[in-house]
């Protein structure tokens, strides 16, 4: 199957996750290996991975020589959290670039606050960062952050957590039809199958996190989503075949039957 290309960098797995919610580094990395994904999410803000010594370090469990990792903004609410997260993430991670930038409006629901999002994400590219970017499923924000450079848009299918799966499939469809950059649905995926729905739809990928850390069985789960990411993505490629109302079709040819007896 074609590679994903995000930023010039070709990966085999289209599913991405994330690194909280685990009961404990041992599970996290148990389910990062099951899902099969090789671009992980670290929200710098909470997770450790050099900048507090005292502490176990999850770079000791899941090594930049094996995954890509994706630092992400999670918890900032403005843009100067943000870039400030973001810069440090560089820092300890000796200049990487590519990062996910998410900057919330409301504690609540998580919603991103698309304007403080674009402001982020003109600093960082203008800094030399490769910005994916979580983003609401509105099409013309989508396209505006693809043309101030940033290399992917993330589109929440519902609430971060939530686990409602992909609330407005006809939006996230105009986004994809219109990208020219990789549309990874981010947020909202709750169990296997809409993972598969949003490849389907033309997703280039999907990321989640709560999905699986939050299952009774995060490594089970992990193995499931990364098995619906992939048949999804196949479907797609395949073509489904047209919806028919009323239109029976036999499976079976019609011609040259055995006609029953009189």
């Known amino acids: 199957m074609e590679h994903l290309i995000i930023a010039g960098k070709a ?24 899902s099969g994904a090789q671009i992980i999410t670290v929200a710098i803000r909470r997770t450790n991975i050099g900048q507090n010594s005292n502490e176990p370090n999850l770079l000791d469990v899941l090594p930049p020589s094996k995954y890509t990792l994706l630092p992400n903004t999670a918890g900032c609410y403005t843009v100067d959290d943000a870039v400030r997260t973001l810069r440090l993430a560089r820092e300890l991670l000796e200049g990487h670039s590519l990062v996910k930038l998410e900057v919330l409006g409301d504690p609540k629901t998580l919603y991103p606050n ?3 999002t674009i402001k982020a994400a003109k600093i960082l ?9 979580y983003t609401s499923d509105d099409p013309i924000i989508a396209k505006q952050l693809e043309e101030i450079g940033c290399v992917a848009v ?10 409602m799966g992909i609330l407005n499939p006809w939006n996230l469809q105009i986004i994809i039809d219109n990208a020219k950059i990789p549309v990874l649905v981010d947020a ?3 169990t296997a199958s809409d993972a598969a729905i949003a490849m389907e739809l033309g997703c ?11 299952a009774q069985k995060p490594v089970l789960m992990a193995s499931a989503m990364q098995k619906a990411v992939e048949a999804g993505r196949e479907a797609y490629l395949a073509g489904r075949m ?11 040819p019609v011609s040259g039957v055995i006609a029953s007896a009189k």
């Open 11 to 34: 990966y085999s797995s289209r599913l991405l996750v994330g690194t909280g919610k685990y009961k404990d580094f041992v599970e996290t990395q148990a389910a990062i290996e099951a």
């Open 114 to 116: 698309m304007v403080e």
């Open 125 to 133: 590219i203008k800094e030399g960062f490769q910005v994916m970017v």
């Open 154 to 163: 993330m589109p929440l299918a519902s609430l971060i957590g939530s686990g």
């Open 188 to 190: 909202g995926v709750g």
């Open 204 to 214: 280039d990928g999907v990321l989640m996190n709560t999905a699986i850390a939050a």
């Open 242 to 252: 047209a919806k028919k109302l009323y239109s029976a079709s036999p499976s079976s």
